[in-house]
């Protein structure tokens, strides 16, 4: 198989694969994934209060703010139901969504820590994690599931599309991540614990921008009080909304008008 055919091959095929897009309208296709979920509690704060409680409460405001914008939302999960952490990803690859966003609450180990620690951090995939204690926060997540690759690619052009697609969602993620985490920050209040990289399980194999928020520390009282809060929860999903609502109009759009731009150029080339 010669590799320029196969390459421009790629390059005509690669757009039904979403590497960040948006609709004719304006309109997105987003993914909201409420971590964990049925025997995965997730982080366990002061009262006993969980983090799959608090990530689904805000996963559902958030779709209907999204829906109410006029975009897609679709949740992993609706309910108090296990997902495997594959299978979240897959479904956003299935469904061609534009944005795969999976929302936590962070937890530290010791008394000591957790009664110090608090704040904001929001991580997009990376083989290679920020520090030693992003590091620690994928391998808390991961657990959840001991698959930690995503669905894979068959065939050499299969691998070659997934490939092109996913370096192109890598580099939008990180512009998805530094608009969300700025929103959250600005309109939460948190502390700002700065955007990282890490390899999470759950972003692995997105055909997307994806990136996982960790919308506080619910091991910090103070913290944990506030994520249980309904009105708190309202007020990261709409942090979260207007986030989205940043790239799309910074990023995406840009990128639609440069795109047109090029294939209007060709044309005139090609005449």
């Given at each position: 198989m010669r590799l320029l055919p196969v390459l421009a091959l790629a390059a005509v095929l690669i757009a039904p694969l979403r590497a960040g897009a948006m609709r004719a309208d304006g309109t997105l296709v987003v993914v909201i994934d409420p971590g964990h979920g049925g025997d995965k509690d997730g982080a366990i704060g002061p009262g006993g209060l969980k983090e799959k409680e608090v990530a689904l409460a805000i996963a559902l405001r958030l779709e209907r703010l999204l829906a109410a914008a006029g975009h897609q939302a679709i949740l992993t999960r609706r309910d108090d139901t296990g997902v495997e952490l594959a299978d979240r990803v897959a479904l956003a690859n299935e469904r061609g969504a534009d944005l795969f966003v999976s929302i936590h609450a962070n937890s530290m180990p010791t008394a000591e820590a957790r009664a110090r620690t608090h704040g904001i951090e929001t991580y997009f995939?990376?083989?290679?994690?920020?520090?030693?204690?992003?590091?620690?926060?994928?391998?808390?997540?991961?657990?959840?599931?001991?698959?930690?690759?995503?669905?894979?690619?068959?065939?050499?052009?299969?691998?070659?599309?997934?490939?092109?697609?996913?370096?192109?969602?890598?580099?939008?993620?990180?512009?998805?991540?530094?608009?969300?985490?700025?929103?959250?920050?600005?309109?939460?209040?948190?502390?700002d614990r700065g955007v990282r990289q890490a390899p999470f399980a759950v972003l692995e194999g997105a055909a997307m921008p994806a990136v996982l928020l960790e919308v506080g520390y619910i091991s910090h009282g103070a913290e944990a009080q506030r994520l249980a809060d309904p009105v708190e929860q309202a007020k990261i999903a709409g942090a979260v909304a207007a986030g989205i609502e940043r790239f799309r109009t910074e990023v995406l759009q840009k990128q639609a008008r440069s795109t047109l731009g090029g294939k209007v150029g060709a044309a005139s080339l090609a005449q």
């Open positions: 995939l990376s083989a290679d994690a920020t520090d030693e204690a992003a590091l620690a926060v994928a391998r808390a997540e991961n657990a959840d599931d001991a698959r930690s690759a995503g669905p894979k690619a068959e065939g050499a052009l299969g691998m070659i599309l997934a490939d092109l697609a996913r370096s192109e969602a890598h580099a939008n993620s990180s512009q998805l991540a530094y608009a969300l985490h700025g929103s959250l920050v600005e309109r939460t209040g948190g502390r």
